[in-house]
């Protein structure tokens, strides 16, 4: 079974820095999907970045970037220019690819970590 | 484009009372769609996943049901509410790229 963790539970970071959160993963599966996702106080569940475990090239959307190092098992989240709108919880999510007409697509998350972004 | 509802936002229900969240997609079809559940300060726990129609598979054992009636629609249920149940509790459906879409959410509190 794949495991996902995030080892910190709470991060702060000032206006307009840069932060980093961690994620490592462990898995037997060559390819597969990485996820952040962000829940506000809203809790609404919004997808941030996604990796697709075969590319190499490190995602990037806008001020969000990820740094994915399969042989490490890592992926980590770069939140560049830090907005008080940032302040959210942070989940990392792992998806095995399942073979053409495999309809097996299941999410594993992480425990998350709670981003604070101070004025 | 694509959209995910759910309903009730919000519910409070006595222990052993039913209980009934529904969820519906528009904009594609045939989705794989999914239940999860997230209790206070813990992660999302998948609870039930759908490849279509009357298909249903349960992720861990529980109090609770899915049901699957029509091709867009997938209700999360339960016939006698326990304390434990309380929760939030998301939809989602697979898009584009093998990426899950959440709903709004539906807060459960059983008192």
């Known amino acids: 079974a794949q495991t996902v963790t995030q080892s910190q539970p709470e991060m702060s970071v000032q206006e307009a820095e840069t932060v980093t959160l961690s994620c490592t993963y462990d898995t037997s599966e060559n390819n597969y999907y990485l996820f952040w996702y962000k829940q506000p106080p809203s809790r609404q569940m919004i997808l941030v970045i996604r990796q697709e475990a075969y590319k190499q090239q490190n995602a990037t959307e806008n001020r969000f970037s990820v740094n994915f190092q399969k042989a490490a098992k890592s992926f980590s989240l770069k939140i560049s220019d830090s907005q008080l709108g940032d302040t959210a919880m942070y989940f990392c999510?792992?998806?095995?690819?399942?073979?053409?007409?495999?309809?097996?697509?299941?999410?594993?998350f992480g425990k998350g970590t709670l981003l604070t972004v101070n004025p | 484009s694509q959209t995910i509802h759910q309903w009730p936002a919000t519910l409070v229900q006595p222990v052993g009372s039913p209980l009934s969240l529904e969820c519906t997609v528009e904009?594609?079809?045939?989705?794989?769609l999914y239940w999860y559940r997230q209790a206070a300060g813990r992660g999302l726990q998948l609870l039930f996943y759908s490849v279509g129609i009357g298909q249903i598979s349960s992720e861990v054992p529980q109090n609770l049901s899915a049901s699957r009636p029509q091709d867009r629609q997938f209700i999360l249920s339960s016939k006698k509410l326990l304390l434990s149940d309380s929760g939030f509790y998301l939809c989602?459906?697979?898009?584009?790229?093998?990426?899950?879409?959440f709903g709004e959410g539906s807060w459960l509190t059983v008192v």
């Open positions: 989602a459906w697979k898009g584009v790229g093998n990426t899950i879409y």
């Open positions: 904009g594609t079809s045939n989705p794989n």
């Open positions: 999510a792992f998806m095995k690819h399942v073979a053409s007409g495999g309809s097996n697509y299941k999410l594993t």
